[in-house]
Structures are given as structure tokens and as C-alpha cells.
């Protein structure tokens, strides 16, 4: 069940996310297919998708942690709201939700790999659709970036 709210939580986040930045709804609709991927392999007990979602999301929250530093402006204004009632930016309010999402997501995903006992093989697979979605991802931030 874990899976599906995070997916669910995370394309949330890039929905708001492509409504306040029209510039980014290429980017978006093209990352969403990742999670759809997700969605549809590790319901099938894949270990493409649990690696698709273990890794994909560990990468996006690294990336927004340590180098773009939304998180930290997403819950600066998690906090403004809270105290005051009114938010400055929007933006990396989502980022801060897409990273729970991503959070639980990571959990969900590596517990259900882990628990199937996983050989040579899946590990494997595991880290070859990891690896292939990482490739799509930068991809797509290459190609459909806002210039």
C-alpha cells in the first residue's frame, strides 16, 4: 500500500508543481512515466521497479537536498505558513511533499525487495532498472529542461 501513496503523493507534487511553472510541464508529464513504471512493475513484484524506485527517488532527493536546496526553502515555508498563515513560494512547498513522497517511497519499495529473499539475479535487475531509469531521468532533464 505503500507503493501507491507514495507514486500518488509524488505525482501530486509534479502536478502542483507543473501548474505554478507552465515551463516544467514537459519535464513533468515525461518524470510521471517513471512513477507510472513503478507503479505498474512493483505491483508485479519486479525487481526493475522496486530498483526504479529506490533509486530514481534517492537520486531526485539528493539532488534537491544538496544541491538545489529546496527542501530546506520547502519547509522554510512549510514554517512561514504555520506561524503566519501565508507562504512566499509555493514551488518548494511541492518539493518538500515530493520528498516525503520519494522517502516513503524508497522505504516501500526497498523492504518489498528485500523481503523476497533476493539472489544474483535480482539483484541485477534490481540495479539494471535502476540504472536504466537514472539514464531516462537525465534524459529528459537534458531534453526538456525550461532554456
Given at each position: 500500500?505503500?507503493?501507491?501513496?507514495?507514486?500518488?503523493?509524488?505525482?501530486?507534487?509534479?502536478?502542483?508543481?507543473?501548474?505554478?511553472?507552465?515551463?516544467?510541464?514537459?519535464l513533468?508529464?515525461?518524470?510521471?512515466?517513471?512513477?507510472?513504471?513503478?507503479?505498474?512493475?512493483?505491483?508485479?513484484?519486479?525487481?526493475?521497479?522496486?530498483?526504479?524506485?529506490?533509486?530514481?527517488?534517492?537520486?531526485?532527493?539528493?539532488?534537491?537536498?544538496?544541491?538545489?536546496?529546496?527542501?530546506?526553502?520547502?519547509?522554510?515555508?512549510?514554517?512561514?505558513?504555520?506561524?503566519?498563515?501565508?507562504?512566499?513560494?509555493?514551488?518548494?512547498?511541492?518539493?518538500?511533499v515530493?520528498?516525503?513522497?520519494?522517502?516513503?517511497?524508497?522505504?516501500?519499495?526497498?523492504?518489498?525487495?528485500?523481503?523476497?529473499?533476493?539472489?544474483e539475479?535480482?539483484?541485477?535487475?534490481?540495479?539494471?532498472?535502476?540504472?536504466?531509469?537514472?539514464g531516462?531521468?537525465?534524459?529528459?532533464i537534458?531534453?526538456a529542461?525550461?532554456?
Open positions: 500500500m505503500s507503493i501507491p501513496l507514495g507514486v500518488g503523493l509524488f505525482l501530486f507534487a509534479l502536478a502542483g508543481s507543473a501548474f505554478l511553472v507552465p515551463q516544467l510541464r514537459v513533468h508529464v515525461l518524470q510521471a512515466l517513471i512513477y507510472v513504471a513503478i507503479l505498474v512493475l512493483a505491483g508485479r513484484n519486479s525487481p526493475w521497479g522496486f530498483g526504479i524506485g529506490v533509486m530514481v527517488p534517492t537520486a531526485w532527493n539528493c539532488l534537491n537536498l544538496f544541491v538545489t536546496h529546496l527542501f530546506q526553502k520547502g519547509a522554510v515555508q512549510f514554517w512561514s505558513l504555520a506561524h503566519t498563515g501565508h507562504v512566499g513560494q509555493r514551488g518548494p512547498m511541492l518539493v518538500l515530493g520528498g516525503v513522497a520519494h522517502l516513503l517511497l524508497i522505504i516501500a519499495c526497498l523492504t518489498a525487495f528485500l523481503q523476497q529473499g533476493p539472489g539475479r535480482q539483484w541485477g535487475k534490481f540495479l539494471g532498472g535502476g540504472f536504466l531509469a537514472l531516462y531521468l537525465v534524459l529528459i537534458a531534453i529542461r525550461p532554456r
